[in-house]
């Protein structure tokens, strides 16, 4: 795999986080708002605009996790997924605005098994989805709500986005792979 | 599952993955290597969460057919291997042997090509003949699942054993873990001392004399006699079930002598370490081998066994029909 560019830094990823933060205390009231992050690079943003919309009106707005792995409908496909994780969501959904995040939206098909697992938990008043980089080719009819960057891609590129938390930095790159991904 | 389905499997898929995943068919602990072993427990760990759930059920197998076989009595292994398919939507039949075509006079090969014949992908049997458990993975496609063979292995109860010691006590280096009853006909036995060796404790074993396996050496844990002497010092204590059941022919002059020999009491589970716990695969003969105190007692981590159960036998059957793996990425 080929490094083609770095397209987000730090500074420039803290920047889309807090305008989106700022985007879903504005559409939605902040009291309303939980914020549940897909395993394993949403778990990390989640945390980030947790602090910025608890910095910005002084809300402390419940923060779950889910893992999709149960419920991905490629199971026979993959030769190999990840270990799986708990699903962790300390608080009821009914009544509140959901928002999903997850670093990378790409086919859909992570998101609408999110969706599937919070469904399983209990009824949003709405689900959204927040992603820090939208990058394409959709699967299924699915959009975010919130997006940090578009960046339109073709399908031999990979977008890999490393987060200080669990990678040691934080920033968004695209390579080329020698072969089709999908 | 057949050797050529297992071999074309292997050439197919090797190469996409180098991360830890297990083999066709779990029917016994002495096949898994350490890290299949922690593969089994950290994905059981996670899914005890589905358990506590509103709606207890992931659509993880949904589609997948598991047939239970068991041709020998048990409620406890067959529930829960049918709840840990159910709560993964996969479809489950059980058959048992009194009504199964068994006592109309079947083969199990003839049984097992019948029930392959309608394309399971999982088969879960319990069986009173050692080696039937291979057997039967050497003669169907489908996964197949050791739940009890004779006196050779049952694999799932080693594993959930191990979670339950794992969550109480951390890992299982130094851990001194005594197990005491009837280790001559005991699958649970040998298939704990070969699980818990693999992961690093010292197993002892005890029970009386008439009771102990001939090669008991061949195990690899350290035999005692003495029940005393066995559980002083240990971190855990497991107590396996007398067969009451078979009546005279116990090799034991009475259930109260033997309560009175190897019976876990208050005084005697003093003994071990101050922090010891407490086992027991279940079913429980209260007042033969364990003591009602000690039982339902502070230390005792038996109904832990029965949760976990369910939890690993979700895992066993969600990794075999092909979910998760090690040091594997997940695209977006």
Do not use: W
Request: net charge negative; hydrophobic share 45%.
């Amino acid at each position: 795999m080929r490094l083609k560019a770095n397209i987000m830094d730090a500074a420039q990823i803290d920047r889309a986080l807090s305008r989106i933060a700022h985007e879903i205390v504005e559409k939605n009231t902040p009291e309303r708002v939980a914020l549940v992050g897909i395993r394993t690079r949403g778990v990390p943003l989640a945390e980030t605009l947790h602090a910025k919309i608890k910095e910005y009106e002084g809300v402390d707005v419940p923060i779950g996790t889910v893992d999709v792995t149960l419920y991905r409908d490629d199971l026979s496909q993959v030769a190999a997924s990840p270990v799986v994780q708990a699903t962790e969501l300390g608080f009821s959904l009914e009544g509140f605005h959901v928002v999903l995040i997850d670093d990378v939206l790409f086919t859909g098909r992570t998101v609408r098994a999110a969706m599937d697992v919070l469904m399983d938990y209990g009824r949003a008043t709405s689900i959204q989805l927040a992603v820090l980089v939208d990058r394409g080719h959709r699967e299924l009819p699915i959009r975010a709500d919130y997006v940090g960057k578009n960046v339109p891609t073709s399908a031999r590129e990979v977008i890999k986005v490393t987060c200080a938390e669990i990678d040691g930095e934080d920033n968004v790159s695209i390579h080329e792979v020698e072969e089709a991904v999908r | 599952m057949t050797d050529a389905v297992a071999a074309a499997r292997e050439t197919s898929e090797s190469s996409a993955d180098d991360g830890v995943t297990l083999n066709d068919d779990l029917t016994s602990i002495a096949d898994l290597t350490r890290d299949q072993i922690e593969l089994i427990l950290d994905t059981g760990d996670h899914f005890r969460e589905i358990s506590e759930r509103p709606i207890k059920k992931v659509p993880a197998l949904r589609g997948k057919t598991i047939v239970n076989l068991f041709f020998e009595p048990s409620t406890r292994t067959r529930t829960s291997f049918e709840i840990a398919g159910k709560r993964l939507s996969a479809d489950v039949q059980s058959i048992s042997a009194s009504t199964s075509s068994v006592v109309k006079g079947e083969t199990l090969l003839d049984t097992a090509q019948n029930i392959e014949a309608m394309a399971p992908d999982i088969l879960v049997m319990r069986h009173k003949s050692a080696g039937s458990a291979d057997f039967l993975a050497r003669h169907c496609s489908a996964a197949v699942v050791n739940a009890g063979d004779g006196a050779h292995e049952h694999p799932t109860q080693a594993l959930l054993d191990a979670l339950t010691i794992r969550q109480a006590k951390g890992s299982f280096e130094g851990l001194r873990v005594a197990i005491v009853g009837d280790i001559a006909h005991s699958r649970v036995a040998r298939s704990n001392v070969i699980c818990l060796s693999k992961l690093g404790a010292d197993v002892v074993l005890a029970g009386p004399p008439t009771l102990m396996p001939m090669h008991a050496n061949a195990l690899g844990a350290e035999i005692h006699t003495s029940m005393d002497h066995a559980i002083a010092d240990a971190d855990v204590v497991m107590m396996l079930r007398i067969q009451v059941e078979r009546g005279g022919n116990l090799n034991l002059p009475s259930t109260q002598e033997y309560f009175r020999l190897y019976g876990l009491t208050e005084e005697r589970l003093a003994l071990a370490k101050d922090d010891a716990v407490v086992m027991h695969p279940g079913p429980m003969n209260r007042g033969v081998e364990i003591a009602s105190s000690v039982a339902d007692g502070p230390r005792s981590l038996i109904m832990n066994q029965v949760t976990n159960g369910l939890a690993v036998r979700m895992a066993i059957l969600f990794l075999l029909a092909g979910g998760g793996s090690r040091n594997v990425e997940a695209t977006s």
